[in-house]
């Protein structure tokens, strides 16, 4: 091929083949700037536009797929990307019953991200964009007012969830009715997505993958049969999965209908980019390194990566979102980069 284009490129590398050059893409929130739908949609093209990124992750408010069932958030205040939590749809175990399937159509919040995606669709027809969705199993988590993140902080704004291991023990038909529920409504919403101008999806199963949160047994009960129903309407596209945190063990999904892996390569208890994975490996540069803007090391990370995984099909991206504090200078060093190392 003489000449790639951006979609030429994403098609090959997430088909498992090699391009003219490996991908490169960031992605990060802009807090102040994803209440609606226009200044989500301004503000996704005009950072890729400004980076020129390979692809692109729509970064919505973090908070929006809880908000399908009725969680209601304060805008006012964040602590990190998250929305200050003001109601829980479940305050009590027997309260999960009351989740049921909704349709994109119907539904505020998703109309409102359908609307933000035909709107970056238009402002980057030659990009390829994929949507992020959380799995079935994060947003349940996020309906009780509990992290989805092992180890991490209570929820911002919810003193005292409904624990997981409390719903399995009280309500666990009613945890698979739930996690039914949500996944029939996100594959809907997928659907609507392919006709908005998605080239497929980035679906974040969290942090559900570390032991300390969910063993592999649970997650194999309450995850993986709901990961199927996304996944598989999302089947239009590409699949990017996401296993946020220390001991996400991406090899977990090497049987998922996935076309790129991306995970944390520098967290504890992870693999680095050498590990045996059958999806395209996305990553390599840790995000926290944004946060300080140390540019020296964000290239040594991003030349090891290229080196690692030379002759092999590659997306060079952070492995998390990129923190808000991130300088420009950063963003450009990172980008050019790999431009430069594959023209030298």
């Given at each position: ?12 590398i997430l ?6 050059r490996?991908?490169?893409s960031g ?5 102040d700037k994803?209440?609606t ?5 301004e503000?996704?093209?005009a950072f890729?536009?400004?980076?020129d990124w ?10 929006y ?5 009725g969680?209601?958030y304060?805008f ?5 990307v ?6 829980t749809?479940?305050?009590a ?38 949507q ?22 209570t929820i ?8 997981i ?7 666990r ?10 996944a ?12 908005a101008?998605t080239?497929g999806?980035f ?34 596209g ?14 977990r999904?090497n049987?998922y209908?996935i ?18 994975l ?13 946060a300080?803007n140390?540019?020296?090391r964000?290239q040594e ?10 002759d ?16 420009d ?7 050019n ?8």
């Open positions: 091929m003489s000449e790639w284009t951006k979609k030429d490129r994403f098609d090959a088909t498992g083949e090699l391009a003219d490996p991908m490169v992605w990060r929130h802009f807090i994803e209440q739908a226009d200044d989500l949609a503000t996704t093209v890729t536009k400004k980076f390979d692809w692109v992750k729509i970064n919505p408010r973090a908070a797929l809880a908000e399908i069932w969680n209601t304060d006012q205040e964040y602590r990190s998250f929305p200050k939590q003001t109601s749809v479940v305050p175990a027997s309260r999960v019953w009351d989740i049921q399937e909704k349709k994109a159509a119907h539904s505020a919040p998703l109309a409102e991200q359908l609307q933000a995606v035909k709107q970056i669709r238009e402002g980057l027809p030659n990009t390829p964009l994929i992020t969705i959380f799995s079935p199993l994060s947003i349940l988590l996020f309906l009780t007012g509990q992290s989805a993140y092992f180890n991490s902080e911002f704004g919810i003193e005292k969830p409904v624990q291991e409390t719903l399995i023990t009280e309500q038909a009613g945890v698979h009715h739930a996690l039914h529920a949500i029939l409504t996100l594959a809907d919403y997928i659907t609507e997505l392919r006709s101008g080239d999806i679906y974040a199963v969290t942090g559900t993958a570390h032991p300390g949160l969910f063993d592999e047994a649970t997650f194999n009960e309450f995850s993986r049969p709901y990961d199927s129903i996304v996944l598989d309407a999302a089947r239009y590409k699949r990017v999965l996401h296993t946020c945190g220390p001991y996400s063990h991406p090899e999904f049987d209908e076309e790129g892996i991306s995970w944390d390569t520098k967290a504890m208890g992870n693999h680095d980019l050498d590990a045996s059958k999806a395209t490996k996305i990553g390599g540069v840790d995000h926290t390194l944004f300080t140390e540019i020296s964000i990370q991003a030349e090891s990566a290229l080196r690692v995984m030379a092999k099909p590659f997306c060079l991206a952070p492995n998390c979102s990129i923190p808000v504090n991130v300088t200078e950063a963003l450009l060093q990172f980008k980069f790999i431009v430069e190392k594959e023209t030298m």
